[in-house]
Every structure is written in C-alpha cells, then in structure tokens.
C-alpha cells in the first residue's frame, strides 16, 4: 500500500472467503518489506504519486526492486493503478502522463485481437469501469495488452502468465471510492474525461458486477497455482 486510501477493497473479502492470511506493507510508514519465502503473492496498489518520484518517496527505489524480484522467482503479481505501472517500469517499458487524466466510470474494451486469452473468459466485449490516473505505460516486451479504453490504450496486460497489470480500478467498493474521494476532490476538475463527485457516485451501481470481475481474475490466478 502507498496510502492509506487505496486498500485492498474487494479484493479483501475474496482473501477472506477462501480462507487466505493477508499482510500488509505501508510503504507511507516507512515498514520493511517481506522476504520473498513469507508470501505466495504479491498485489501492489494504488497512490497518487507516480513511479518516477523516487526524489519525494525514495522507497520507491526499494519497492521496484522488490517487484522484480517477486516477478523473476515466479510468484502471482498483480498491479493496481500505480501498481500496474510500477510493474510496467520494472518489466523495461516507459510510464509516462497520459494525454489525459481518467477520473471516474468509463468504458474499456477487451482487445480484439487477444479476446480468446482464457482470463477473459468470463467477460464481456465492452463494459464501465472506475478509472483515477493521469499516467500511463507503453506495453512491456513479452505481455499480452488485455484490454483498451478511448483515453488510454493500454488498460491492461499480462507477461508469463503470473503477472497482472490493471490501469483501473476492479476492486473499489462504496467505501474505498468514498475515501478516494475525499481525498483526491482537487482533482476533480470536471471535463470529457473526469467525472464530479456526484457522477461517479451516481454510477456506483456498477461496483457489483466489477467486484465479481475482479473475483474471476483472482480465480483464474489461484487455480493456475493448484
């Protein structure tokens, strides 16, 4: 965890229901990281700083390397927002500002020409989900881009089959949104591609069915390791 904003959110109840253990490292306060024998996998969420602020959160340096590592020993890691991007650093790709912020529900779409990949067996061609970044990541060398947006083209991806990317936000519940929004309102400077407060709660009947997605994906990740 970057900040204390952006946890786990469904991703928890999913952990819990199957009987997983959870630990948490809150890089904000300063706490060791794991060694790489204490876990099976590794989900690295979002914030709102980006992966070349190393002058202002310098445990970013020690976080990349950490990804890497998790990434070369073969352990399931999957990024979130931020997380996706530091993943897409450390992989050799370039993270960059998008030609736009995305804040709030917009759609993306699977990629055509990927669309059979057995992780998106379970979805369908074109659906809203909740965005909140202003970077974005060209397509590390050796991953399958999953899926593209009208703001952004490269909204996900997998490399080697253990590592996931995700630009936006699967896992937010009524109560992780709420906390994004208060603590990120002076962004919200509504135009085509940022929504206001009220919008982005008005379409939170859409956090259900994403939940459910984001279950799929951590199904499809768990049976992979049986």
Request: proline content about 4%; aromatic content about 12%; glycine content about 8%.
């Amino acid at each position: 965890m970057h900040v204390p904003y952006e946890g786990l959110g469904c991703i928890e109840t999913w952990i819990s229901k199957n009987n997983h253990s959870v630990s948490y490292t809150k890089l904000y306060e300063g706490i060791k990281l794991p060694e790489l024998e204490d876990f099976d996998w590794l989900i690295v969420m979002g914030g709102p700083m980006g992966v070349y602020d190393e002058s202002n959160f310098p445990w970013l340096k020690a976080e990349k390397k950490f990804i890497r590592q998790a990434i070369d020993s073969g352990k399931t890691v999957i990024g979130i927002c931020l997380g996706s991007q530091l993943i897409a650093e450390v992989l050799g790709a370039k993270v960059y500002p998008n030609k736009q912020k995305e804040i709030g529900w917009f759609e993306i779409q699977q990629v055509f020409e990927n669309r059979n990949h057995p992780i998106l067996k379970s979805f369908i061609p074109k659906f809203p989900v909740f965005h909140w970044h202003g970077d974005t990541f060209d397509l590390p060398t050796g991953s399958i881009r999953l899926f593209e947006s009208e703001g952004c083209t490269n909204q996900a991806f997998i490399y080697h089959e253990n590592v996931l990317g995700l630009q936006f936000h699967f896992e937010v519940t009524a109560e992780t949104m709420k906390e994004m929004l208060e603590n990120g309102k002076e962004e919200l400077v509504k135009n085509q591609t940022i929504q206001s407060a009220d919008e982005i709660i008005h379409h939170a009947a859409n956090i259900e069915v994403n939940n459910q997605r984001m279950f799929s994906i951590l199904d499809y990740f768990y049976k992979k390791n049986l």
